[in-house]
Nanobody, 122 residues
Framework: QLQASGGGLVQAGDSLRLSCAAS????????LAWFRQAPGNEREFVAS????????VNADSVKGRFTISRDYAGNTVWLQMDSLKSEDTGVYYC?????????????????WGQGTQVTVSS
């Protein structure tokens, strides 16, 4: 139901924009989020946006560099990533929450996309 795209190989300091599209109108009343997972690490929260897009929550590690947004219909969520660092490397997953409120709590997310690889070389 969620299809993520936009990953790639970039250098430190570059930008990337990830996209995640819902196959049906399944996310219009739900918060959406991005998580990432580096090899050997647990999946970690990156950013979340409420169902109307009015509220966002960001991990401390990406504040000031990443911006999450979504379209009015609620079917697409983007993650604009600027000033990328090597530690941003990982597989990025989009996820749909069972709540309408933006949250970093992974247990709220019950639908996951397949992931897109982001590699930042230093």
């Amino acid at each position: 139901q969620l299809q993520a795209s936009g990953g790639g190989l970039v250098q430190a300091g570059d930008s990337l924009r990830l996209s995640c599209a819902a196959s049906r109108r399944t996310a219009s009343n739900n918060a959406l989020a991005w998580f990432r997972q580096a090899p050997g690490n647990e999946r970690e929260f990156v950013a979340s946006i409420s169902w109307r897009g009015a509220n966002t929550v960001n991990a401390d590690s990406v504040k000031g560099r990443f911006t999450i947004s979504r379209d009015y219909a609620g079917n697409t969520v983007w993650l604009q990533m600027d000033s990328l660092k090597s530690e941003d490397t990982g597989v990025y997953y989009c996820a749909k929450s069972r709540s309408s409120v933006a949250t970093s709590r992974i247990e709220y997310y019950n639908t996951w996309g397949q992931g897109t690889q982001v590699t930042v070389s230093s």
